[in-house]
């Protein structure tokens, strides 16, 4: 269980934000966030920036919808955060997000920006099914973030000790 001091390692998981349906002849890459969407990931950004939760990189698969949904923390967060776009994100496996979040690097907090399922399989491997289910009891929402606290640093291989520090859903816009 991770202690109340500054974590070794933290990892932000934020699925990306609501995205519209494809267009006639248009790719499931291609696929744009909604205007629901973009207000999510507006609201997730500057909700995580006011509470603190400030990652020291992102790293966020290249589909339309999840850079779309990294960007505003250009704004809420810094502007020289460091957005890594990376293709094995659209359709890798969990192993691919464990790879991905755990490489050894000199960032202690790091971001990572994705698609369901891998996100929700990702998410209840690293906090375990009674926990992933309690914090999403109805799946892992769009622009939903959690917070996962390591008192060690993780490693792709070796990423057991994840305690989750919080879970964040953007507010409705009403």
């Known amino acids: 269980m991770a202690s109340l001091g500054t974590p070794a390692f933290r990892l932000y ?3 990306h934000a609501r995205a519209a349906w494809a267009e006639p002849g248009q790719s499931d890459f291609d696929r744009a966030l909604d ?3 973009f ?3 507006e609201v997730i950004a500057e909700e995580a920036a006011d509470q603190g939760y400030r990652p020291d990189l992102i790293i966020s698969s290249t589909a339309t919808r999840c850079r779309q949904t990294a960007e505003p923390f250009h704004r809420s ?6 957005i890594d776009y990376v293709d094995s994100l659209y359709s890798g ?3 691919t997000y464990a790879e991905l ?3 050894e690097r000199q960032e202690s907090a790091v971001m990572i920006v994705g698609h369901n399922p891998m996100i929700e399989e990702f998410f209840h491997r ?4 009674e926990i992933a289910e309690t914090a999403a009891p109805f799946g892992y929402p769009t622009a939903g973030l959690a917070i996962l606290d390591f008192d060690e640093r993780p490693t ?6 994840a305690c989750l520090a919080g879970f964040m859903t953007p507010r409705p816009a009403h």
Do not use: N, P, W
Not at 126 to 129: E, H, Y
């Open 13 to 15: 998981i934020l699925r």
């Open 77 to 82: 967060v810094s502007e020289d955060l460091t």
């Open 35 to 37: 205007d629901d969407g």
């Open 101 to 103: 979040a755990f490489a």
């Open 156 to 161: 792709e291989d070796d990423y057991r000790g």
């Open 93 to 95: 496996s969990v192993d």
């Open 39 to 41: 207000a999510e990931a």
């Open 126 to 129: 690293l906090v375990g099914k």
